[in-house]
């Protein structure tokens, strides 16, 4: 029976994690290169000596839909982001409180053992005694 380890499995999701990554971010290297790269290079046509000309509309309303989106995607992850903040923030201080009370319950646990312990050995002594008592009393 041919069983996959937890190593091999976790190594594969691994690779396919970074073989996922590097693909997305080639994609968007290719986005920025081949449809938003010559919107930072003038246009021959706009570029006068001296002074400024007037930019192209479709240029610039592609400029603004890629801002627009950029703002949009941005904002969301922002807001994601410091929602998974204050989640985290609010377990921290779950687990702190936990940890107190398993620290309280351990001492009372820790407490509790050492009296029965004395309570057991003042018991093994009474009785020790209570047979010496009784072994004296028979060979006497």
Do not use: C
């Not at 204050?86 to 409180?97: G, N, Q």
């Amino acid at each position: 029976m041919n069983a996959i380890r937890p190593e091999k499995v976790e190594s594969i999701d691994e690779d396919q994690n970074a073989d996922a990554v590097s693909e997305v971010e080639a994609g968007i290297r290719d986005f920025v290169r081949n449809d938003i790269a010559y919107l930072r290079r003038p246009a021959p046509s706009m570029v006068v000596a001296g002074t400024d000309a007037a930019v192209d509309p479709a240029a610039e309303a592609t400029v603004n839909n890629v801002n627009s989106l950029i703002q949009r995607v941005a904002g969301t992850s922002l807001a994601e982001i410091e929602n998974l903040i204050s989640e985290l923030e609010s377990l921290r201080d779950i687990l702190h409180a936990e940890g107190q009370r398993v620290q309280r319950e351990i001492s009372g646990y820790a407490q509790l053992s050492q009296a029965a312990m004395k309570s057991t050995r003042m018991i093994a002594d009474n009785v020790a005694q209570w047979k010496r008592t009784a072994d004296g009393l028979r060979h006497s």
